[in-house]
């Protein structure tokens, strides 16, 4: 059993300014995470050197440790930097265990860390990889903190140790995906000099609404499976878990883990995936509307990530950008386009198309009514009220559920944000958790499967989620077509009242020939749900009780407004 550890105001350690106290648990022991042990040491081969446990020194005395790869023959390199608490030895046997991704442990250099590029590879072709332990994970001193002010601290230093050594041409790049991608943000905005150019490869932005707390429903499973992954230490971690049942609303705490990407002004290569629906698939897209570099591009697909990532084409597209603003070579990146994204079809099916932004200006918007009557989306609202109900007293009884479902005349393609409103009631209850899908039904009335989640073969167009005690909006920075909820109060039913409620479903691009159907699914709990999986995301602490009723019709303008594109 892991026990709490002592608790820690936060201000000191890397986070002044910000008012909450830390909550340490026992580490997990490094030989479960297959750590080799520590051995400082020296050796050349296969045309690189390669440097193990290496110290660096950070701004306050504590030593963090270091794998750095380079090529052997002498000269002044690029760097490349992969930060994130999974191991620097290279984990990569992680990819079997999460199973179908798609991905296999041969496919790896033993060297290479998980979510991490391979030394191999970048060291042939003229570049340095540094893959640290942060502070407090694994060897590295220290206490290990998440996201935190600290950990910003640190790889900024990092990033200033690498550019003023003898062997660095004194340009740093960062590479990766996931946790390796949200330290590029957190660091990015703190602006190094000597950080050159980012790729952050799907990475939350916001860990409040992205990760921790779906529409303001707690999540429960992939947190739990994530914080056992990165608590390999011989200090004390940050209880995660812990921290999330002490901050149930977004306060100092979530705002201390957030980037301010307006900040963030390196050359940056993003790329996002449409499947990654409860975890990167909001944060990343965020990221490139909101950070303020000129020279930035993003790219959008509908693969599983991992088996993205080390595509070789997308390997290549990683070195060519990264030739041009860590080796300063006049490349053909200047002439990308600045979005490139995958219309999807059905599982790894689907046609790329380059646009000139996100979302995009063409767009569309179109509403669709909600008709409780006969369970129907239709462009014109119905005059007469209705009203639909399901039972959410049991969980798993995924019947308990209300659709609603549009038949295409002519096809048609959605890309960028849609927003469901609802008029809704809780009978039995003062609070409701609305869990929202959005499926592709195609012409014969089977359900069209997409990758989803990283490793699993049949998801949704599209999620979202709203704990409707959470409804408030921040009406400066929601627009029409995205809600942005403030979740800073809980605004409970009264008996029999009916509310208004407006629900961010995460992007998506999905193109429906004439015939096939769009489907809402509307429920009390997880309409996706993978309970022997331990990569996947869960919603059991609900606070769904009694019944959900959803008001359509005459007063109750209940709709989903959906992106239509217009042909070219």
């Not at 909550?23 to 390669?50: C, D, H, Q």
């Not at 009242?497 to 709990?525: N, Y």
Request: charged residues 25%.
């Amino acid at each position: 059993m892991v026990g709490l550890r002592k608790e820690s105001k936060a201000g000191g350690n890397g986070m002044a300014g910000h008012q909450f106290t830390m909550v340490f648990r026992e580490p997990a022991p490094l030989s479960e995470g297959g750590y080799p042990g520590f051995n400082p040491w020296t050796v050349n081969a296969n045309g690189m050197i390669k440097e193990y446990d290496t110290a660096v020194t950070m701004r306050d005395g504590i030593k963090i440790y270091i794998n750095l790869f380079r090529p052997e023959k002498e000269g002044k390199y690029p760097v490349i930097l992969a930060w994130g608490p999974y191991g620097k030895h290279g984990r990569f046997q992680i990819y079997s265990i999460l199973g179908n991704t798609d991905l296999n442990d041969e496919d790896f250099n033993e060297i290479t860390a998980f979510e991490a590029p391979d030394p191999v590879y970048w060291c042939r072709n003229g570049y340095v990889i540094i893959n640290a332990d942060p502070r407090g994970s694994w060897k590295s001193e220290g206490d290990l903190t998440l996201m935190s002010p600290q950990e910003v601290e640190d790889c900024y230093d990092l990033i200033e140790w690498a550019g003023t050594r003898s062997w660095s041409n004194g340009k740093v790049g960062m590479l990766g995906v996931s946790y390796l991608a949200w330290t590029q943000w957190k660091v990015a905005a703190a602006n190094p000099p000597h950080l050159a150019a980012i790729c952050p490869w799907e990475g939350v932005s916001d860990f409040y609404r992205e990760f921790a707390f779906h529409g303001g429903i707690p999540e429960t499973r992939f947190g739990a499976t994530w914080q056992n992954s990165i608590s390999f230490s011989t200090t004390r971690v940050e209880n995660f878990a812990e921290m999330e049942k002490r901050h149930p609303l977004f306060d100092d705490y979530w705002a201390s883990k957030n980037a301010d990407l307006s900040k963030i002004t390196v050359p940056a290569l993003i790329v996002a995936s449409w499947t990654d629906h409860g975890l990167h698939n909001r944060g990343t897209l965020e990221g490139f509307r909101k950070i303020a570099s000129r020279d930035k591009w993003l790219i959008v697909h509908g693969r599983k990530k991992w088996w993205h990532f080390y595509q070789k084409e997308n390997v290549e597209k990683q070195r060519q950008f990264f030739n041009r603003f860590l080796k300063g070579i006049d490349n053909h990146v200047k002439d990308w386009p600045r979005v490139t994204l995958e219309i999807r079809e059905k599982y790894y099916v689907g046609n790329s198309r380059t646009e000139n932004d996100w979302p995009l200006a063409r767009t569309r918007y179109t509403k669709l009514f909600l008709n409780a009557s006969n369970g129907s989306l239709g462009k014109s609202p119905s005059k007469k009220e209705a009203q639909v109900r399901y039972d959410v007293n049991d969980i798993t009884d995924k019947t308990q559920n209300s659709r609603f479902e549009f038949n295409f005349s002519e096809k048609t393609e959605l890309t960028g944000y849609m927003k469901l409103k609802l008029w809704v009631q809780a009978d039995g209850s003062d609070d409701m958790d609305l869990f929202v899908a959005i499926e592709k039904i195609d012409r014969t009335g089977y359900i069209v499967p997409f990758a989803f989640f990283g490793n699993h073969d049949d998801g949704p167009v599209a999620l979202g989620w709203l704990r409707v005690s959470h409804r408030e909006l921040d009406e400066g920075k929601s627009t029409p077509y995205q809600p942005v909820h403030r979740h800073q109060r809980e605004i409970k039913l009264k008996p029999g009242e009916i509310v208004p409620v407006d629900i961010e479903i995460w992007p998506s691009s999905t193109l429906f020939e004439a015939g096939e159907k769009l489907r809402i699914i509307v429920q009390g709990s997880d309409i996706y749900s993978y309970p022997n999986e331990r990569h996947t995301s869960e919603h059991i602490a609900t606070v769904n009780r009694g019944v959900h009723i959803i008001h359509t019709g005459g007063r109750y303008d209940s709709h989903l407004l959906a992106p239509v594109i217009p042909p070219d």
